[in-house]
């Protein structure tokens, strides 16, 4: 119980130091991701309507913009972003057309959500989350010093008790 107490503190000790290479590593794998699995506005594959529903749900497009979507070898497209980048109404995946209907081609600032990225939206839902764990962590740890603290003053107490 001492051995999964000290992971414990250690690994929040690591994720609060080590922050700077979680988020890296976190951006690059996000990166990855486009760069390997996004096809485009209406693919069906997982990966895809994941950064669909992200660029549509937080209104971004990318990870830092919409220049990130140029790398991903399976959008073939000739259009410069996606149609799930643009300004649309209602919620994905029932989302209308973009409202401009220039924006794929002439994405701007007033048609398009490309220049705002999702890794800040994304990173956004992860520390919302991590209150959660480290909340959950925390009352993990109290509870298991309690149960320490009081394994060994019962195993004291059974010591005095015990006639040798
Ligand atoms: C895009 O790629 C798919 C297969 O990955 C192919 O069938 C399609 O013709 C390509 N489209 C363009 C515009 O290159
Ligand atoms: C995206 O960001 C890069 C680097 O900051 C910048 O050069 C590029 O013009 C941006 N693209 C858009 C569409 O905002």
């Not at 497209?77 to 300004?87: A, H, Q, R, V």
């Not at 209308?96 to 959500?113: A, F, L, R, V």
Request: include cysteine; charge should be neutral.
């Amino acid at each position: 119980m001492v051995v999964i107490l000290v992971i414990e503190i250690a690994s929040v000790v690591v994720c609060v130091l080590k922050w700077d290479w979680v988020e890296s590593q976190l951006k690059s794998a996000l990166q990855i991701s486009i760069n390997d699995q996004y096809a485009g506005s209406s693919a069906t594959d997982p990966i895809s309507v994941a950064w669909n529903y992200a660029f549509v749900t937080f209104h971004c497009c990318g990870v830092y913009n919409s220049t990130d979507l140029s790398s991903a070898k399976k959008w073939n497209s000739t259009n410069k972003i996606p149609d799930t980048c643009c300004i649309v109404t209602g919620n994905f995946p029932d989302q209308s057309g973009p409202t401009d209907p220039s924006c794929p081609n002439k994405p701007t600032t007033g048609n398009s959500h490309a220049h705002k990225g999702c890794y800040e939206s994304i990173l956004d839902l992860i520390l919302q989350y991590n209150d959660y764990i480290i909340g959950i962590s925390a009352a993990i740890a109290t509870l298991q010093i309690f149960t320490l603290v009081a394994a060994i003053v019962i195993a004291r107490t059974r010591n005095k008790i015990r006639p040798t």
